[in-house]
């Protein structure tokens, strides 16, 4: 009977030892263990920069889009700072990808001027079934934070015509160049 309580003893000390050499680690050990390491931390930087540019993606966007003769092509996001990413695609003078300059009170003007023509209550599309005709895109961040865009091929009204135009001299400017 003895050998069998000792026996006992021993196997149930044998899985109690483990328990307890683990709450023992050294305090060093322990800081390691709870740490993130160099690799989750850059990953967890780079997934706040992304989320902070996405945030603070383009206020204002503007694309002149093609037709079937020689219009000139080109995208440009225009963001809060002044920073503006332009993309020349077919007939334009400064093609591929650049990054160009604005002032940023340029484009608080040019917001201040979207809302003042009142930007958020025109319709999405402008057409009238013309096949030809290039087309103006524009892209304007709402207050809720949505990207609101408005086409225009043909047929939009004055006060549309007005404020796109507006936004073409302004940004025609900053390219050096005038269609």
């Known amino acids: 009977m003895r050998f069998f309580t000792t026996l006992l003893l021993l196997i149930a000390f044998g899985f109690t030892l483990p328990t307890c050499a683990q709450k023992e680690m050294p305090a060093t050990q322990q800081t390691k263990a709870k740490e993130p390491s160099k690799k989750i931390r850059a990953a967890e930087a780079r997934a706040k920069e992304l989320e902070a540019r996405k945030v603070s993606g383009p206020v204002l966007t503007f694309e002149r889009t093609a037709c079937f003769g020689k219009c000139p092509t080109y995208v440009m996001q225009v963001y809060a700072d002044g920073r503006v990413v332009y993309e020349g695609r077919r007939y334009v003078p400064l093609m591929g990808l650049q ?36 087309s103006t895109v524009v892209g304007i961040r709402q207050a809720n934070g949505q990207l609101k865009i408005v086409t225009v091929e043909e047929g939009a009204p004055a006060n549309v015509n007005t404020f796109f135009a507006y936004l073409g001299t302004q940004l025609d400017q900053l390219r050096n160049w005038v269609d």
């Open 99 to 134: 990054e160009l300059k604005l002032p940023a009170a340029t484009v608080a003007e040019m917001l201040r001027k979207a809302r003042e023509a009142n930007f958020e209550q025109f319709q999405e599309r402008y057409a009238q079934n013309t096949s030809d005709l290039p």
